[in-house]
Every structure is written in structure tokens, then in C-alpha cells.
């Protein structure tokens, strides 16, 4: 099992997320991407990440209307980007 800090980044726009990921990634992160507030479900429900970064202007269900929901305060911290 990998033991390294989980980080779920959650952005719609594939650029965007990709370079988040993959700088993270880099500094020995294990880090996931997602492009929405369906697949942080789906993965918090599996899993509980260490850090959650959303963007606050997601389609839909935007990142304060998932950290009101309870579904980023579930992780040990969450932080909201814009």
C-alpha cells in the first residue's frame, strides 16, 4: 500500500488539472485528478485524501457548494482555489 499523502485535484478544465497533477506528482505527491463533484464522491467514498483542492468554478456543482456539502470536509483539510 502507498503510504504517501493522498491529493485530490478537483478542476474541469483537462490543462488546468493535468498540471496540478503532474506538479504535484513531481514533488512526491500521490495525487488524483478529477473533473467534477461526481467522481470526488465516488472517489471519497473509496478513499479518504489527505488534501482535497477545488476550483471554485466548476460547472454545476461549484467547489463551495461541494465543501458545504460535506463531501471536501471529510478529507483532514481541504483548500478552495480560484
Not at 479518504?48 to 483539510?77: H, M, N, S
Amino acid at each position: 500500500m502507498d503510504h504517501r499523502p493522498h491529493i485530490v485535484v478537483v478542476e474541469d478544465e483537462n490543462t488546468q488539472r493535468n498540471l496540478l497533477v503532474d506538479y504535484l506528482a513531481r514533488q512526491k505527491f500521490r495525487v488524483t485528478g478529477v473533473d467534477g463533484g461526481i467522481a470526488l464522491r465516488r472517489l471519497v467514498e473509496r478513499e479518504l485524501p489527505a488534501l482535497v483542492l477545488l476550483d471554485v468554478g466548476l460547472p454545476g456543482e461549484d467547489g463551495f457548494a461541494l465543501a458545504r456539502a460535506g463531501c471536501a470536509k471529510k478529507a483532514v483539510a481541504s483548500a478552495l482555489s480560484w
